[in-house]
C-alpha cells in the first residue's frame, strides 16, 4: 500500500513537475504563444471554449469507437481464421503484411472518393488503422498451444473445437487485450487523420482551422483533448484487461482480486 | 497361452513410421512388433532420437504408422477403444485454472464424463479430483494455480490429470525427466502405488535405467536410429519396491546389462555407417 501509494504520487508529481517546467520556461524565455502557448493558457482556452469544442469531441470519440469496434470485430475474424487454418494463414498474411504497410494517409482520398467527406472515412481510417495489432495478437495467442498439450487432448479424443474452446480462447485473451489497448489509440490516430483531410466536424478539423487562423493555443487544446481520451480509453482498456486477464500479469495481484 | 485374463491392450505388428516423402524420408522406426498385455508395466529404454516417443505416439492414435498395423484395445487405434491418459515431460497445466480445474479438465473432454461435467463438477468430479491429489500429496494445492506450485508438484497434477478419467492405458513420454534426483525418486514412489492401486496397462518411455528398473514389469531396448527392439526382458523384482533396491546387486546387474545393451545398438549402428 505505502509502496503503491507513493510510485503514485511521485508519478503525478513528475507529470506536473514537467507542466511547471513548460510554463516556466515559456516565461522566462519570454516564448510567443504563437509559437508555444503555456500549458495555462491551453488550459484557459480549453475551458472558455469548451462549449464550441465539445460537439467535436464527441464527433471524433463516436467515429473513433466505431472505427474500433468494426476493427476489432474484422480483427477478431482474420486473426481466428489465420490462427486456426494452415491455409488461411498462408494466403492472408502476406496480403495483411502488404496491407499495413501502405501509409494509411494514403487511403484516405480513396475513402473519400467513394464516400465523400465526413464521419465514414473517418470510421473507416480508423477501421484499417487499428485492425492489424488485433490480428496478429490473435492469431499468435491462437498458434501458440503447446504440442504436447494438443497430444494430451486428443489422445482423450477432444475435437477442434474442444481445444479451441478450452485452451486456444482462454490463452488468446491477454494477447487480446493487450492488442485492445495499442488498437484504441491507433483507432484515434485513423480517425483523427481522416477529419484532418475530409471533415467539418471532429478535433482533427477544429486543429485544421485553427491552425490556418493562427490560433496556435486552440491547437493545442485540441492536441490536449486528444492526448486525455486516448489516455481515457488506454486506462479503460488496461482495467478490463487486468480483470479478465489477471493470470497472465500480475500474478500476486490476482490473488488478492 | 489363451488365458482369459491376459488380453492385449496394445499391439504394434510390423509398424514401422517415417517422416517425409521420397529421397528426403527419415525413417524414425524401423518395423516394430511389440506386443503388450493388460496390466503390464512396459517401460522403453534407448539412445536419444531412436523413436520411444515414436511408439508412444503410435499407441495413442496421435501418429498413423506408414507401414504395418497398431492395434488398441482389440481395435485400429484411430478407433478409440480404450480409454488413454498420457502425462509428457512438460506438466502443460494451464495457467488459468487451479490445479482442481486443470486436473479435471478429461472430465470436460471425455465421454461419457463429459455430459454431467456441468452437473457433477462441483460434486462428484470434485470429490474424484480430490481423491487423486490425495494419492499424491496434493490435495492442500487443489486450489492453487499451477505457478505456485514447484516442478515436482506440478509433475504430480500432470499425473493426476493423466488418470483422472480412469484410462484403461497410461503414456507416459520422460514424465519425470527434467526433475531433480530426489524429486524423481519420490515420485517414482508415487508413481509406484498409483499403479499398484489402479493397475491400468503402462508404457513409460525413459532414458533413465534406474527409474525402468524400479517401476516396469518389463522393459524393451531399442536400438539407435532407426529404432527396433533389440531386447525385452521381464523384471520380476518383488513389490513395492524401494530405493534400497536400487543398490542391491540383483539391480545394478540388470542395470549394467541394459546399459551394456544400449551402447552396443549404438557402436552397431556406427558402423554400419561407416
Ligand atoms: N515430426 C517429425 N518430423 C521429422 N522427423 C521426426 C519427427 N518426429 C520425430 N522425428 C525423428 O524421428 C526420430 C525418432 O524421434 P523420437 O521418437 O521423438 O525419438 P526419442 O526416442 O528420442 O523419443 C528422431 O530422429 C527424430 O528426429
Ligand atoms: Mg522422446
Known amino acids: 500500500m505505502t509502496y503503491e501509494l507513493r510510485r503514485r504520487l511521485s508519478a503525478a508529481f513528475l507529470i506536473f513537475g514537467f507542466f511547471l517546467l513548460w510554463e516556466v520556461l515559456c516565461l522566462s524565455m519570454q516564448v510567443s504563444d504563437l509559437v508555444l502557448p503555456r500549458p495555462t493558457q491551453v488550459m484557459e482556452t480549453l475551458i472558455s471554449r469548451f462549449g464550441v469544442l465539445w460537439p467535436h469531441i464527441v464527433q471524433t470519440l463516436w467515429t473513433t469507437m466505431s472505427g474500433f469496434l468494426l476493427g476489432v470485430t474484422v480483427g477478431v475474424l482474420i486473426g481466428a481464421g489465420i490462427g486456426i487454418s494452415r491455409t488461411a494463414y498462408d ?76 485452451v486456444g480462447l482462454p490463452r488468446t485473451m491477454p494477447f487480446f487485450f493487450a492488442s485492445l489497448k495499442i488498437a ?25 482551422t485553427a491552425s490556418s487562423n493562427f490560433d496556435v493555443p486552440l491547437v493545442f487544446a485540441g492536441l490536449f483533448i486528444l492526448a486525455m481520451l486516448g489516455m481515457l480509453l488506454y486506462v479503460a482498456f488496461s482495467f478490463v484487461e487486468r480483470r479478465v486477464t489477471g493470470w497472465a500479469t500480475r500474478r500476486e495481484d490476482f490473488t488478492a482480486i | 497361452m489363451h488365458n482369459e485374463r491376459t488380453r492385449v491392450a496394445v499391439e504394434l505388428s510390423q ?3 517415417s517422416f517425409g516423402r521420397g529421397s528426403k524420408a527419415i525413417a524414425a522406426l ?15 529404454v534407448g539412445p536419444s532420437g531412436c523413436g520411444k516417443s515414436t511408439i508412444l505416439k503410435l499407441a495413442g492414435g496421435l501418429l498413423q504408422p506408414s507401414r504395418g498395423a497398431v492395434i488398441v484395445g482389440g481395435k485400429e487405434v484411430s ?32 465421454r461419457p464424463f463429459r455430459a454431467d461435467y456441468r ?31 514447484s516442478g515436482g508438484m506440478l509433475q504430480r497434477a500432470n499425473l493426476c490429470r493423466a488418470l483422472v478419467h480412469e484410462p484403461r492405458l497410461l503414456l507416459l513420454d520422460e514424465p519425470f525427466g527434467a526433475l531433480d534426483q530426489f524429486t524423481r525418486e519420490e515420485l517414482w514412489g508415487t508413481m509406484q502405488s498409483l499403479w499398484l492401486k489402479h493397475k491400468q496397462t503402462v508404457l513409460l518411455v525413459t532414458h533413465d535405467l534406474k527409474e525402468a528398473g524400479f517401476l516396469a514389469t518389463r522393459i524393451c531396448v531399442m536400438s539407435a536410429r532407426p529404432g527396433r527392439i533389440v531386447d525385452d526382458r521381464g523384471v520380476d523384482f518383488p513389490r513395492p519396491r524401494t530405493i534400497e533396491k536400487t543398490f542391491e546387486a540383483d539391480f545394478v546387474a540388470l542395470n549394467q546389462r541394459l546399459r551394456e545393451l ?11 555407417e561407416a
Open chain 2, 30 to 44: 524401423q518395423e516394430t512388433t511389440l506386443r503388450i498385455n493388460e496390466g503390464e508395466f512396459v517401460a522403453l
Open chain 2, 119 to 149: 452437473l457433477k463438477k462441483n460434486s462428484e468430479y470434485r470429490d474424484r479430483v480430490h481423491a487423486l491429489l490425495r494419492d499424491v500429496g496434493l490435495e492442500r494445492f487443489a486450489n492453487s494455480y499451477p505457478w505456485q506450485l
Open chain 2, 262 to 272: 544400449i551402447t552396443r545398438s549404438r557402436t552397431d549402428t556406427v558402423i554400419e
Open chain 2, 15 to 17: 509398424a514401422a513410421v
Open chain 2, 79 to 110: 478407433a478409440k477403444a480404450l480409454r488413454i491418459g498420457m502425462a509428457f515431460q512438460n506438466p502443460t497445466m494451464l495457467p488459468w485454472l487451479t490445479i482442481e480445474r486443470n486436473v479435471m479438465l478429461p472430465l470436460k473432454i471425455v
Open chain 1, 184 to 208: 484504441v489509440t491507433f483507432a484515434f490516430v485513423g480517425s483523427v487523420l481522416s477529419e484532418t483531410v475530409a471533415s467539418n466536424k471532429g478535433i482533427g478539423n477544429v486543429m485544421m
Open chain 1, 91 to 166: 494466403t492472408l498474411y502476406p496480403l495483411l503484411i502488404g496491407f499495413s504497410s501502405i501509409p494509411k494517409v494514403a487511403v484516405v482520398p480513396i475513402f473519400v472518393l467513394w464516400f465523400g467527406s465526413g464521419s465514414v472515412p473517418a470510421i473507416l481510417t480508423a477501421l484499417v488503422m487499428c485492425f492489424f495489432p488485433i490480428v496478429v495478437n490473435i492469431a499468435t495467442g491462437l498458434a501458440t498451444t503447446e504440442p504436447e498439450l494438443e497430444d494430451v487432448l486428443k489422445s482423450l479424443g477432444a475435437s477442434k473445437l474442444d481445444i479451441l474452446w478450452n
